[in-house]
């Protein structure tokens, strides 16, 4: 008995963890480095606020050291330049990316479009889905 509750607990933690990992399948992920004034401007105009907005709902924040780029797992589109560039990523592809932080007032203006873009792949992926089943069902 105790065999199968210690297997039926590992099962719930297993899906729990899949589940948070299907719910993050979107995040902007922050390249920033050291000593960093505009990413520390970041932090305290926006950085407390992100997680409980839309934007920071849909696409969690995950901050890297640009030292660590190759690291993160991502298919960046190309390299990471200047800090802080936030990247904004779909199962491990880059959506698209705001380069620098030009204060508060422009932040979220910037990234609508970026969510805009992960709307449109998230249709195209659902789309063709919905073809190859059409098509599987036609034969």
């Known amino acids: 008995m105790a065999a199968l509750r210690t297997t039926l607990f590992l099962f719930a933690a297993v899906c729990l963890a899949l589940g948070t990992q299907a719910a993050r399948a979107a995040e902007l992920v922050m390249f920033e480095k050291d000593g960093c004034p505009w990413c520390a401007r970041w932090h305290t105009e926006i950085g407390a606020g ?12 995950r901050v890297v050291k640009s030292a660590d780029e190759s690291a993160t797992g991502i298919a960046l589109r190309g390299p990471v330049t200047l800090s802080p560039t936030f990247v904004l990523v779909d199962k491990g592809q880059e959506i698209g990316r705001i380069v620098g932080y030009p204060g508060a007032e422009f932040f979220y203006g910037l990234l609508a479009p970026l969510l805009q873009k992960l709307d449109k792949a998230a249709a195209l992926r659902s789309n063709g889905r919905a073809v190859a089943t059409q098509k599987t069902s036609r034969t």
């Open 50 to 61: 992100y997680p409980h907005s839309d934007e920071g709902k849909r696409a969690p924040l």
